[in-house]
C-alpha cells in the first residue's frame, strides 16, 4: 500500500505561480511513476504531467506544456508540480497520484491516489 498526502494549494491571480507537494509514505519501493490530475465539478479527471520514480522520464500535458514542471525528491519521497503562468482555467483540485506498473496518463490506470488539494487562480 502507498498513501499519497498533496499539499500547497491555494488561491493566486493569473500570471502566479504555485508549488505542489506530493508526499508518498508505505510501500514507495515499489512506486513507478507518480502522476498529477485535476478535476472540475462535472468534468473528468485530466491528466497534467507524470514523472517515472527514478530515472529522467517525465511527460505533460499540452495545456501546461512550458508552464508546469514536475520533479522528485527521492529521498523525501516527494513529488512536486511547480506551476507558473497560471491561468484561470487552471483552477480546479489536484491530485497526485502512483502506480507500480506504468507511467500513463490514464487516470484510471492510477492504484493510490491523494485526496486533493484546491488550486483557484482569479482573472
Known amino acids: 500500500q502507498v498513501q499519497l498526502v498533496e499539499s500547497g494549494g491555494g488561491l493566486v491571480q493569473a500570471g502566479g505561480s504555485l508549488r505542489l507537494s506530493c508526499a508518498a509514505s508505505?510501500?514507495?519501493?515499489?512506486?513507478?511513476?507518480v502522476g498529477w490530475f485535476r478535476q472540475v465539478p462535472g468534468k473528468e479527471r485530466e491528466f497534467v504531467a507524470a514523472?517515472?520514480?527514478?530515472?529522467?522520464?517525465?511527460y505533460y500535458a499540452d495545456s501546461v506544456k512550458g508552464r508546469f514542471t514536475i520533479s522528485r525528491d527521492n529521498a523525501k519521497n516527494t513529488v512536486y508540480l511547480q506551476m507558473n503562468s497560471l491561468k484561470p482555467e487552471d483552477t480546479a483540485v489536484y491530485y497526485c497520484a502512483a502506480d507500480e506498473r506504468a507511467m500513463t496518463t490514464v487516470a484510471g490506470a492510477y492504484a493510490y491516489w491523494g485526496q486533493g488539494t484546491q488550486v483557484t487562480v482569479s482573472s
Open positions: 508505505g510501500r514507495t519501493s515499489g512506486i513507478y511513476a
Open positions: 514523472i517515472r520514480w527514478s530515472g529522467n522520464s517525465k
